[in-house]
């Protein structure tokens, strides 16, 4: 089997390219989970793409600073819009909510309602460890395989807080309950690194790839 045809039997996923992180860890662990992972700015790509992934780290007002002079604003909400899985990674989660405490005159991608906030006061911050995730929609094909005790890793000060509580997927215990993981129709998005979270995090992207190629 030639490399071309091992990747046609693989499903696309354009992996937003807009010069924010690491974003080839989760290029690499999208590729281990069966994908031909790309990173991109390439707007017909991502159109073509069976599946689009928002990585991100660092500060919210940044990532979409730089998100828009990518000129990957528009394409992400196409994606969404389409009906595509559509997957927001940490910082990338954030900037799928309309706004951030982070930076009051950033706006965000609008896509999930509601509000990122930060941590409340009393446990060390950031959250910066493993912890154990407390499934609120064990029936999610994103969480299926994870464990019975799946624990997967953090490094945050702030978290998600949608408008409509029945969004949250997932909730982790820090100091008080804090969103770890969200639903909102085709757009999964979680708060913790499944490309450092060992077998539960690999088995997550392996689940979006599976969502992906099944389309």
């Known amino acids: 089997m030639t490399r ?3 990747l046609s039997d693989r499903p696309l996923i354009a992996v937003l390219d807009y010069g ?3 974003l080839h860890s989760a290029q ?3 590729e281990r989970g069966g994908a031909d992972a790309r990173l991109t700015a390439d707007p017909g790509l991502i159109a073509d793409a069976a ?3 928002l990585p991100g780290v660092g500060a919210f007002g940044a990532c979409m600073d730089a998100l828009r002079e990518a000129g990957l604003e528009t394409p ?3 994606a969404v819009a389409s009906g595509k899985p559509f997957l927001g990674i940490c910082v990338g989660m954030q900037m799928l909510f309309t706004k951030s405490e982070e930076d009051a005159h950033a706006a965000g991608l609008a896509v999930i309602p509601g509000t990122v906030k930060w941590i409340p006061a009393g446990p060390k911050i950031p959250q910066m460890q493993w912890n154990r995730l407390d499934l609120s ?3 999610d094909p994103m969480l299926q395989g994870l464990g019975s005790d ?7 000060s702030l978290h998600g807080v949608p408008d409509d509580v029945d969004v949250v997927a997932a909730t982790v215990e820090y100091g008080t309950t804090l969103n770890a993981a969200f639903r909102l129709n085709n757009v999964f998005a979680v708060q913790f690194h499944p490309e450092k979270s060992s077998v539960p995090g690999l088995q997550l992207l392996a689940n979006f790839v599976t969502v ?4």
Not at 150 to 156: L, N, S
Not at 212 to 215: E, K, N, P, S, V
């Open 4 to 6: 071309a045809t091992e």
């Open 28 to 30: 690499k662990a999208l």
């Open 212 to 215: 992906c190629g099944d389309r």
């Open 51 to 53: 599946g689009v992934v």
């Open 137 to 139: 929609h064990p029936g």
């Open 150 to 156: 799946p624990y997967v890793y953090f490094v945050h």
């Open 76 to 78: 992400s909400q196409d």
């Open 20 to 22: 924010i992180g690491n």
